[in-house]
């Protein structure tokens, strides 16, 4: 397996020509300028589009237009710029658009800082815009899981007709390390996946001999609207099979952490130096934020946790809320936090830890 | 008996209109249809609706289509022509939707000279949602977001899309027609017709403004309105020819 070294954006850009994607927009934010910047470079390379919105609301707009023709199409942006991307997203999602976008987030609310942080939690698995629709959320804590989660990305939004998002934060966009990246799709592949979905794809259809492509982000009958949001629930229901995590020494943990993203990666760190000095402690690392993996939690031994310690760089907590559902009251959930841009440290969990441990 | 005139099959046959007495949208409708079929590029042309009354036409036509969220026609657009040059794409905007919360996305396709073709029925008023103000609101019209009437000191004045554009080097083709009248129908058939050539041919992009009238929202009846359109509308907004790169 051949590994390259490469900045977090980057790979997310280079995973996501090899699934397909044949056509990006999007507009300048840091800290994830790298990907539009990647994708300009090589889309032409492979026959693709780039286009530089005017503004991260036409940019989803653009993809909106591009996905619908069957071709896979992404934008990426950060925190602020993907609020202004919620209606396209939530269109998206309403039409049964497949595409797919990153949040390479920041500080917020608001422009915030253009640091790392976690503060879009909610945004991203609860309300990524108007009328109550969800998506699958993968959240990478390493490059190779960026490339990864990107590649996967595609293949389940071709499958549920729905956008997905690739939830990661300033320090992966920019941290670079080895990834073996994933097999490039030959270009017959990709021509065969756009033309697969010919039927309900906006290419041109004869009216005397075929259906139409309507793409209809709305309804005019209400009810027709209700059983869009019926059918939509049964999709997100079928999702609990899609739940991902990584569950890290559990068996005999007396304290386990909940972190995802770059905060599950600082916190492996903090449980493999507290687990050298006897800490029994373990680690759930949510890798879909949405569907949430509840059921990991069921299999922790309760008799033996003392206490749930949910790390995130976001104040106030946000995923703690989903922790909480898991968990059920079983035991005591507590918190360590950093925000604003502050990456959170090590030292700052294991002492949290340990003060857990010892109470 | 040689027939000479027949229904456009780009019109559903079953539909009854919801359309209001007077509104033109319906002979934008057919007249699209028409020069769809005449090109022969029904089969492979994109529609892209915008929000409001324009967007009532999704149940009419019988070939494929989109709604845009509000404004962003000419963004969608742009993403499904440049993932499949060979769809023949066109947007249909009204005024709120093309010159108000779209103008950024109107102006910024233009300025890329997008192989696209984009149909603007301006008629001077919000429609489907009852008659506010518009970016096209004559100077003194009533409106119900103005209802002492458009006064520059406080709204500014009515844009003028085709001379905005007009200020670009990148746009091939800038007409702006009415429908008051038989003439004038077919004048604006012949923009249209001349719109879709221009994608066909590759050429860039090419606008169509279309001043039309809103009896429901303006307080008038159909006759009325027509008086109102020729002698305010038109004066505001001339008719003509604002570029034709094509011609040359």
Known sequence: MKRTFMKGCEAIAEAAVRSGCRFFAGYPITPQNEIPEYFARRLPEVGGQFVQGESEVASISMVYGAAQTGTRAMTSSSSCGISLKSEGISYCASAHVPIVYANISRGGPGVGTIQPAQQDYFQATKASGNGGFRMMVFAPSTVQEAADMTYAAFDYAQRDRNPVLILADGVLGAIIEPVVLPPMRPDEEVSAMKKAQRSWALVGHDPAKEPRSFIEPGHWSIQEQEQSCKDNAALYDSWEKDAQEESLMIDDAEIVIAAYGISGRIARSAVSLLRKDGVKVGMIRPKTVSPFPEKAFDKLNYKRVKAILDVEMSIPAQMVYDVRLAVKDRCPIETCLRSGGEVIRREEIIASVRALSKA | ?248
């Not at chain 2, 023949?88 to 192989?115: C, H, K």
């Not at chain 2, 008038?220 to 020729?230: A, G, N, T, W």
Request: one cysteine or more; glycine letters at 10%.
């Open chain 2, 1 to 248: 008996m040689e027939k000479v005139y027949g229904r456009t099959a780009a019109i559903q046959k079953d539909m009854v209109s919801s359309l209001c007495p007077g509104c033109m949208h319906s002979t934008m409708f057919k007249l699209i249809g028409e020069v769809l079929e005449k090109l022969d590029i029904l089969s492979r042309t994109a529609s892209v609706f915008g929000i409001g009354c324009c967007g009532l036409g999704m149940q009419y036509i019988t070939y494929d289509n989109v709604t845009a969220p509000h404004g962003r026609a000419c963004a969608v657009a742009t993403g499904v022509k440049r993932s499949t040059p060979e769809t023949i794409v066109y947007t249909y905007q009204g005024d709120g939707d093309l010159a108000s919360i779209g103008l950024g996305e109107t102006i910024s396709a233009a300025n890329r000279g997008e192989n696209i073709t984009v149909i603007f029925v301006n008629n001077g008023i919000y429609g489907m949602t009852g008659g506010q103000m518009a970016p096209t609101t004559l100077v003194g019209m009533k409106a119900s977001t103005a209802p002492g009437g458009r006064n520059p000191k406080e709204h500014g004045y009515p844009l003028h899309m085709c001379e905005i554009l007009n200020q670009l080097t990148a746009p091939v083709y800038l007409e702006r027609c009415t429908c008051n009248t038989p003439a004038n129908v077919i004048k604006t058939r012949k923009a249209i017709e001349k719109a879709f050539q221009n994608q066909i041919q590759g050429a860039g992009f090419s606008m169509v403004e279309v001043v039309t009238s809103c009896p429901t929202n303006w307080g008038l009846d159909p006759i009325e309105s027509l008086k109102f359109l020729e002698e305010k509308m038109l004066t505001e907004f001339p008719l003509g020819v604002y570029r034709d790169r094509q011609e040359a």
